[in-house]
């Protein structure tokens, strides 16, 4: 079953990037939340919108993560994979409102985006540290599912990494300057 929904994962991506100009249209320019960003002087600054993202990309990941670990206590079924797919669908949203909202240059685009999937790579180096530092908590300890889990981690917080890069920082629109 997780083969299957990490491929089913990795076959989405691979459509986003082929239908990457439709969806960089589900956010419109006059969107409110566009134009609030782009007539703010504050997000203009490459350094600031880019700790925004970081922002962003943190609450995110963290609120995901806590709303997993609550899903722990209740025994309902897949409920987990739902909250997933939503965290992505959320986190593309908001990836595709600050894309639409940057006015700057193309190496100020990409600075941008650089400070804000430093979450994702720190996140990324954690977890992969983490991997190769597992040991058990007492003898005979099966570690297995954890690393699994650990990897399955660093699977998501790279594609979640490279996604963000993408739609933030190397995709620009027509209507862009820079």
């Given at each position: 079953?997780?083969?299957?929904?990490?491929?089913?994962?990795?076959?989405?991506i691979?459509?986003?990037?082929?239908?990457?100009?439709?969806?960089?249209?589900?956010?419109?320019?006059?969107?409110?939340?566009v134009?609030?960003?782009?007539?703010?002087?504050w997000?203009?600054?490459?350094?600031?919108?880019?700790?925004?993202?970081?922002?962003?990309?943190?609450?995110?990941?963290?609120?995901?993560i806590?709303?997993?670990?609550?899903?722990?206590?209740?025994?309902?079924?897949?409920?987990?994979?739902?909250?997933?797919?939503?965290?992505?669908?959320?986190?593309?949203?908001?990836?595709?409102?600050?894309?639409?909202?940057?006015?700057?240059?193309?190496?100020?685009?990409?600075?941008?985006s650089?400070?804000g999937?430093?979450?994702?790579?720190?996140?990324?180096?954690?977890?992969?540290?983490?991997?190769?530092?597992?040991?058990?908590?007492?003898?005979?300890?099966?570690?297995?599912?954890?690393?699994?889990?650990?990897?399955?981690?660093?699977i998501?917080?790279s594609?979640?990494?490279?996604?963000?890069?993408?739609?933030?920082?190397i995709?620009?629109?027509?209507?862009?300057?820079?």
């Amino acid at each position: 079953m997780m083969s299957f929904i990490l491929l089913m994962g990795l076959i989405g991506i691979v459509f986003l990037l082929y239908f990457k100009k439709p969806i960089l249209s589900i956010v419109s320019e006059n969107h409110g939340i566009v134009s609030k960003l782009q007539d703010s002087k504050w997000f203009q600054d490459y350094r600031l919108a880019g700790v925004f993202l970081f922002g962003i990309n943190a609450v995110l990941f963290i609120s995901t993560i806590l709303m997993l670990y609550g899903l722990t206590l209740l025994t309902i079924p897949y409920v987990h994979l739902i909250i997933m797919l939503f965290a992505v669908v959320v986190s593309i949203y908001f990836w595709l409102v600050v894309h639409k909202s940057w006015k700057g240059s193309r190496m100020e685009r990409v600075k941008m985006s650089l400070i804000g999937i430093s979450f994702y790579i720190g996140s990324t180096l954690l977890f992969i540290y983490w991997l190769v530092t597992l040991t058990p908590s007492y003898p005979g300890e099966d570690t297995f599912i954890i690393a699994i889990g650990l990897i399955l981690a660093i699977i998501v917080t790279s594609v979640a990494c490279i996604v963000c890069f993408i739609i933030t920082g190397i995709t620009k629109d027509r209507l862009s300057r820079g």
